[in-house]
């Protein structure tokens, strides 16, 4: 993402404080990720593309087209992108697919005991997490802790602060979706060519 944030931002002649400024972002922040000292969490680079104006997908891919209505989209096996957090390991699907309804992601999560936390994770929209392999705890703000096993999932409200951790002592598997609320969306008219 880091390399793509830099061309990004370049493009639109802007400086580290000014997306800064546009994102809600610490300016070290920003430098970070454009070196690739820092990997952001949804939260984070949800404020960082909204900031820029641009759809969410155009930080992992900087070639894509919109989803059209009628469209149909498949994503093979191999067909993702990487985002490593220190915490988490996310395969962004469909990245090349710009103005969905949904930002699907197939996660690896560690142990509890293994992850850093410093905050919870919220941003506004709805999320759904299915647990694929595994168990995982999900923490959810002012609430007890749920664990999920294997096929158990959970829909929630994003704005409410969350983190998920493996349950075991194994790493786990989950597919996560988030949804957006429609007045968040970019709707940019021009399309993205590859």
């Given at each position: ?60 891919s900087e070639h894509g087209s919109r989803f ?127």
């Amino acid at each position: 993402m880091g390399e793509r944030l830099r061309q990004l931002r370049r493009s639109r002649g802007l400086t580290l404080s000014d997306v800064a400024r546009l994102s809600g972002l610490a300016v070290s922040t920003v430098s970070k990720v454009e070196r690739g000292l820092m990997a952001l969490t949804y939260d984070r680079f949800s404020e960082l593309a909204d900031g820029l104006g641009i759809d969410l997908m155009e930080l992992f891919s900087e070639h894509g087209s919109r989803f059209r209505p009628g469209a149909v989209a498949i994503a093979r096996e191999d067909e993702y992108r990487l985002h490593v957090t220190e915490n988490y390991s996310y395969e962004m699907l469909f990245p090349e697919l710009r103005g969905k309804a949904m930002t699907p992601m197939l996660g690896t999560l560690q142990p509890f005991e293994r992850m850093r936390f410093d905050r919870f994770v919220s941003h506004a929209g709805e999320e759904f997490l299915i647990v694929l392999e595994g168990r995982v705890t999900v923490h959810l703000e002012d609430r007890s802790p749920v664990t999920l096993g294997k096929g158990e999932s959970l829909y929630f409200d994003s704005s409410r602060g969350h983190l998920y951790a493996s349950a075991g002592p194994q790493d786990a598997r989950i597919l996560v979706v988030c949804i957006r609320p429609r007045e968040m969306e970019q709707s940019p008219d021009v399309e993205s060519t590859g």
